[in-house]
């Protein structure tokens, strides 16, 4: 995607966005850049009091700003567009700029389709795609170029699979999921017996299946159900190499970043937030709404909307308590143990 | 893999399996689901009193069940298999049930083979994978869809190969070895000298081994090494998004859990279990049958059989008396440095 | 690569990397091994006391060893080349013995080819590559099976680009940059706003630019800015399976090793060292040398030179005394309640 040409003045900006101009109405706008980078014609934003430096400095002639942080503000360098929420802004803002690739509609002529494949309205197919025989497509979508779809997967409308990603057989993706480069979707999971000949094998008979608006990072790997099957939630999103192993359930609208790694049979119910790095064992339930400190290492079930953080995970303030005290403790040791030694065991 | 339409009897699925059958012996199952989905006509397993409420509440018609654990269910609500261990149990029935996909041998009319690459008996080559000059690989092979495998690799009996997997040159791979799809063998690490002009690369004439029976997770990297060779021993089984480096030397029957991190030479053993996210620092040597938490950061050489957890990784009981101290001693820190200043330095 | 037939004199080889011998300087040597697996007719390295014992039952016949570690050794039982710096000299070594593998120049039949594609000199393209329009590369490229390069990137001189690998649209790649297999570059990053309708994607305006010289791992992820651009600064290696957020933006000769994940807008300056497992914050700045230790959790700015590690992340020295503090506290734990309990809080 790419900037386009068309130009827009401050007041049809604010508009948009639905913010409150301070300024000048009439300058017109080519493109967003960042406070450094933004020059005259151009519209930044002010995402926190951090950038505060930066935004006294800019050459920007419109800088997108939350009503709270434009209070705050006096002698202003540039024009003020004043928003509740600066990030809803700038999507709405970057969307005006941004010019939509036309996707290009067709099959290519080098990608392999099996029998019995069939897709509604228009489709993209690119090169060296492969689709096993019965996958069933929606409306719009797009493959793209040496993706891998295996037999039997149902796709929804509007689905997007990345460059060089992998859907496994059976797999069932619902309507507007990205599923980015080199994804592995639906893949046998990490399940083994032990045995005197070693460890053998479980068969995965389950499926794994994607909810409505569901997107996975590039290189993130979903293994099917051994016997149940693995879950991701509408409106979950799902960041760059994140492990999700058999038979995980996840709920609607998590938030799952970089790194993650969730062990078998987990459940993460809706609206749970898991910052990058952090890790889950197996069998666990995480309440509705809980936040996962980026690499928290959790062994216990979470209760809903707790805030947890460090290894073995608990409470984020007690972590901080007990960090503060060691703190606060550690120049003590020596004089401690004399008086430990003095007053006896 | 699908579950198939035969049904078997409670009683031919407890001779299956070697258990007790306690209930009715001549209902037919035709599938196996976990106790919360399960129905009439189906089978369920136990595996854990976590999960006693979903069993009490189950529609199943038959369940397997540890002996142990058997032996304390009151008034089962459905007729018991008890058997010594569930999970080996559950993986023969579900071996009863499932239905292996027959592959289709034969070479996809896109595949690429360069000169001199042979194999023998039956063989399966996917749509635009490539095989450089002399691979060489044995029979009942499968390599899917837009693998690569360069020059001068060998690969054993029965080996299968995942799409958009890569094998590098020289690569040696045993029997029965599974390469899940995305997974990296035999790439050149990372590896440099620090001159004047940066740092630059070291040449890695090694080759990455892979012992009979060893698998390798979907998306994991695995080196090839620099002088040496990286080596997996047979039996050892590797996660998803796991990083072996160069020179690494694992031993057999090794469980490597997913996004697990070897740094370059270090020496695992026989028998050791490395849970997920752990990370070992290079040049360290872990002894038979240790076992390393997850995300445990080793730095130092681990005693045989020894259970380590926490970064830098200790005893894993170390550990646990380390955190009761710290949250005993949190609340008491006002009052200890109170004390400390009555007491003096 | 693997090593050639040539054989070299130990005193061709201490010419060869600038060191001193002791011993014979007529022995023929046909290649390099480690000490372990060396024989007679071969060149072995001692990069660390460590591998003294080794060292001591070597059969190779010369060794590459440091100078301050040669004056200690009496009764060395082989040749000894000793050097200021035994990885460099080894390099220098292994260049010698090893045998470039001669490109195979030409585009392969089945490669994909959109219009105004462009290149200088020599190109190597492989099986089922595909690139979109207005690629341009420069000269002696090497783009191997399956990778796809999107329209309107542009690469340098020497650049090699694996298998499976994913540059994505307008990416801006340096000469004699390495990407590996399976490595994601310049994909849309994991950006969303909160609405009432969910999380809705931002749209990624921004590019992906990698400097000189920078190489990315296997299966590494580099997302694309969403205003402004993400940058990796020439000079810097990157590991396998690292992430490298939107608008991250790090600058030249910097080392991240494998599993490491920086968050979105975070900027690490010249010369950082940031070791495995590592995890970064979005929005900090980390000072030119700074080194990061393995698993390091850093969620503030750290000063130019500082070495941390730990969760958070803090002085390493820090670290170091808080631990040996709670070491010594744990078996106090109850006399220091009994003392508190007597003087009261």
């Not at 980078?37 to 009091?49: D, I, K, Q, W």
């Not at 929420?85 to 700029?97: G, I, K, W, Y």
């Not at 003590?332 to 030694?341: A, G």
Request: glycine share 12%; with cysteine; proline share 3%.
């Amino acid at each position: 995607m790419n900037q386009r040409s068309d130009r827009f003045t401050c007041s049809e900006i604010a508009d948009r966005v639905g913010g409150t101009l301070n300024g000048q109405p009439n300058i017109r706008l080519a493109g967003i850049k960042t406070l450094e980078r933004a020059g005259p014609g151009e519209l930044s934003f002010l995402v926190s009091t951090r950038y505060l430096e930066q935004f006294r400095n800019t050459n920007a002639d419109a800088v997108l700003v939350s009503t709270q942080l434009s209070s705050t503000i006096i002698n202003s360098p540039t024009t003020l567009i004043s928003v509740a929420d600066v990030r809803t802004a700038l999507r709405e803002a970057l969307d005006l700029f941004s010019q939509q690739p036309t996707s290009c509609w067709g099959i290519d002529r080098t990608a392999r389709l099996g029998t019995g494949v069939s897709w509604e309205g228009r489709i993209s197919i690119g090169a060296f795609a492969k689709l096993g025989s019965n996958v069933i497509l929606g409306r719009d979508c797009v493959i793209n170029d040496g993706a891998v779809i295996e037999a039997n997967a149902t796709i929804g409308d509007e689905c997007y699979v990345g460059s060089n990603a992998y859907v496994g057989s059976s797999t069932k993706v619902g309507n507007r999921v990205v599923i980015k480069p080199g994804a592995r979707i639906g893949t046998s999971g990490y399940g083994y017996t032990q045995t005197d000949d070693g460890h053998i094998r479980m068969p995965h008979l389950g499926r794994c299946i994607l909810g409505d608006d569901v997107e996975i990072g590039s290189n993130s790997t979903v293994d099917r159900g051994s016997v149940d099957d693995t879950i991701v939630g509408p409106g979950t999103k799902v960041d760059n190499l994140v492990q999700i192993a058999h038979n995980v359930r996840i709920g609607q609208r998590c938030l799952i970043m970089s790194q993650v790694g969730l062990a078998g049979s987990t459940i993460v119910e809706d609206d749970v937030s898991i910052a990058g790095q952090a890790g889950l064992a197996g069998h666990l339930t995480i309440g509705k709404r809980a936040r996962l400190a980026a690499q928290a290492g959790v062994i216990g079930d979470i209760p809903a909307g707790q805030t947890v953080s460090g290894y073995p995970a608990r409470a984020h303030r007690e972590v901080l308590r007990q960090a503060a005290a060691l703190r606060r403790l550690t120049p003590l040791v020596s004089t401690l143990e004399k008086i430990v030694e003095k007053n006896g065991p």
